[in-house]
């Protein structure tokens, strides 16, 4: 009995050496192409001629690169609200629709995102150049940005509002719910983490874009990742560059975590008052 | 069973690409890396050089100088020629990046006008050859702009609010303002800057946009009234639409010069040197000039060209325009003054 115990054990864990040198390749490509670089901006952020200095991060912090950031998070934050406007009533109107129907309307969001963005950024530029006054203004660049990224906002609501349980929006308007304070009090809270990660995947794309700035907007306003190329590349201070970087990602992490503890917190709400 | 015979096929296919990359490593035919910027040769000249020589050419694109630099100063630069600008050479030679050229190996070198030879940048052209030169200046549309164009003045007319395109470039913005108000263009004084600085916040919502290469189209196309160029990009354009003409404004401006280039650590310098000799050739200067429109300062392809070309201003100014005109000079750490009054005029 017992050897075959141990027989059994060592086969166990044979197939999961196994199973995970499957990660390896993976493994490897991280350390290579995330990992690398990321120590790479780390080591130039804080030295400075060989020395160890917080230097390069106090002088990219001054105000007006914060500024520069701010701008970026401004129209991140305009994108993020915009998206969500347009893209909640969408991802409702599909999810009460027949599967069928939905799949196939739901294609005509997913089939343009196969196509490069760049591509379908310079063909709006045609489009708004030829048809608008609009171009190169900052309305040009917002909806450029709205178009871009609204698939990740409507996508994932879509996703929770589908797997929304029906007899709880029965069961409020049983009890004498009207259908505002239904949606208000049942479906809007129950589709809270579909918000909060379609928020997540448009606002953080959204911060660290240039190239549609800069199509759109033809170069008048500086967005954050045009700043970090500048210190690269035409500066060549790449010290100031990697600190512009840190900055980005201390930034970035922190809204992360941020919506992270929000989206905690309304599960927890929203499983609590369902109970 | 299984795993073993996995294992077989996978050494197999890893036998099969090694041996792939044998056969290329095998043959003797060298291959040049070439870089320069996008639309800047002709590429049947490239099909000719390699049917003349049999030597292969791997050509690849820039978009600006600062990532020219970036790519020749690494560590494991690839690259055998490349044309970057005056100031870029300036820097390179500086830091002791280049390859000398042995000038015996290039005969054609007799076809360039002196007058582009031994420049400041270069001295005795011990480390480049000219390529192509310009000046920088206001492309405008005579139909929309009833007004003389003589002055970078016309750039802050508030009469033309919406309709003036500003070159995306530090170096070429700055520079001109620099000139509009009376300054070295190659200023090294911080109180320079910061003039320059406000004049181009001052002129901000008078600019439809800050753009590069589109400033082509939106110009032909009649979106916008006028533009800064370079003059190589005006004859293109004048040629696309007769109603466009090009100006160097009487302030003076910048005069540029592309000049080829042999990095240090190149190991087929023979082989680059015998490109650079085929490009100095009277028939293919001219060929290359006539195609992409830039000068060249090649004077025996230019006497090939005709009048068309050698009595347009435009493409072969005078020599008092040049008088006018300086080269930009390697900003050394100055360059960081430059860049943030960049940032605070783009973020204003």
């Given at each position: 009995m017992k050897r075959t115990d141990v027989k059994k054990q060592k086969s166990m864990t044979g197939m999961h050496i196994?199973?995970?040198?499957?990660?390896?390749?993976?493994?490897?490509?991280?350390?290579?192409?995330?990992?690398?670089?990321?120590?790479?901006?780390l080591y130039y952020a804080f030295t400075s001629e060989g020395g160890a200095t917080?230097?390069?991060?106090?002088?990219?912090?001054?105000?007006?690169?914060?500024?520069?950031?701010?701008?970026?998070v401004r129209f991140a934050l305009y994108t993020t609200v915009l998206c969500l406007l347009l893209g909640y009533p969408i991802a409702y109107l599909l999810s009460r629709m027949k599967k069928t129907t939905a799949a196939l309307l739901s294609v005509f969001f997913i089939v343009p995102m196969w196509m490069n963005f760049l591509l379908r950024?310079?063909?709006?530029?045609?489009?708004?150049?030829?048809?608008?006054?609009?171009?190169?203004?900052?309305?040009?660049?917002?909806l450029g940005m709205v178009y871009n990224f609204l698939p990740f906002m409507i996508l994932p609501i879509y996703t929770?509002?589908?797997?929304?349980?029906?007899?709880?929006?029965e069961a409020a308007a049983d009890l004498g719910a009207n259908p505002a304070t239904t949606f208000l009090r049942v479906v809007l809270p129950l589709s809270m983490s579909g918000i909060i990660s379609g928020v997540t995947m448009v606002f953080i794309p959204s911060t660290t874009t240039f190239?549609?700035?800069?199509?759109?907007?033809?170069?008048?306003t500086m967005l954050y990742g045009d700043l970090i190329y500048m210190k690269f590349i035409t500066e060549q201070s790449w010290n100031a560059g990697s600190a512009l970087s840190i900055i980005l990602l201390v930034f970035v992490l922190l809204s992360m975590t941020f919506m992270k503890k929000a989206e905690r917190k309304t599960s927890d709400e929203g499983g609590g008052r369902l109970w | 069973m299984k795993t073993s015979q996995k294992i077989v096929c996978l050494a197999l296919a890893l036998l099969l690409s090694l041996s792939c990359f044998a056969c290329g490593g095998k043959s003797a035919k060298v291959t040049l890396n070439v870089l320069n910027w996008g639309d800047y040769i002709d590429p049947t000249l490239l099909r000719q050089f390699e049917d003349e020589t049999g030597i292969a050419i791997k050509y690849t694109t820039m978009t600006s100088n600062e990532e020219m630099l970036v790519k020749l100063a690494s560590a494991d630069n690839i690259y055998d020629v490349c044309f970057p600008s005056d100031y870029i050479i300036e820097k390179l030679i500086a830091d002791d990046l280049l390859y000398p050229i042995n000038q015996d190996n290039i005969p054609n070198l007799k076809n360039i006008d002196p007058r582009f030879l031994d420049l400041s940048f270069d001295?005795?052209?011990?480390?480049?050859?000219?390529?192509?030169?310009?000046?920088?200046?206001?492309?405008y549309n005579k139909t929309m702009v009833s007004d003389p164009v003589d002055s970078w003045n016309i750039l802050w007319d508030a009469k033309y609010t919406g309709e003036i395109l500003m070159y995306d470039s530090m170096r070429d913005t700055i520079g001109i303002t620099l000139k509009k108000l009376g300054y070295d263009i190659n200023t090294r004084n911080e109180a320079d800057i910061q003039a320059a600085q406000d004049a181009l916040i001052a002129q901000k919502p008078l600019v439809r946009a800050y753009l590069t290469d589109d400033i082509k189209m939106e110009l032909i196309n009649g979106s916008a009234a006028m533009g800064v160029v370079y003059s190589g990009d005006a004859v293109y354009c004048i040629g696309e639409n007769p109603d466009l003409a090009y100006v160097v404004p009487k302030e003076g401006s910048?005069?540029?010069?592309?000049?080829?280039?042999?990095?240090?650590?190149s190991t087929h310098t023979a082989e680059a040197e015998a490109f650079i000799n085929f490009l100095c050739d009277a028939k293919v200067a001219a060929q290359n000039s006539d195609y992409i429109g830039y000068s060249t300062p090649n004077a025996a392809g230019l006497a090939l060209m005709g009048s068309d070309y050698i009595d347009d201003p435009t493409y072969n100014p005078p020599q008092e325009v040049l008088d006018r005109c300086q080269i930009y000079h390697d900003l050394g750490d100055f360059v960081k003054v430059f860049s943030d009054a960049w940032t605070k005029i783009k973020a204003a």
């Open positions: 196994r199973r995970s040198l499957f990660a390896f390749p993976y493994i490897v490509w991280m350390a290579v192409f995330i990992l690398s670089p990321m120590l790479l901006i917080l230097e390069n991060i106090v002088q990219a912090a001054n105000w007006d690169n914060m500024r520069v950031l701010l701008d970026s950024t310079y063909a709006w530029k045609v489009l708004l150049g030829a048809f608008t006054k609009i171009l190169y203004t900052e309305a040009a660049v917002l929770t509002l589908i797997k929304l349980d029906k007899s709880y929006i190239a549609i700035s800069q199509l759109l907007g033809g170069g008048k | 001295p005795g052209n011990t480390y480049s050859v000219p390529y192509m030169w310009g000046t920088v200046g206001i492309l910048n005069v540029w010069f592309d000049n080829i280039i042999i990095p240090k650590t």
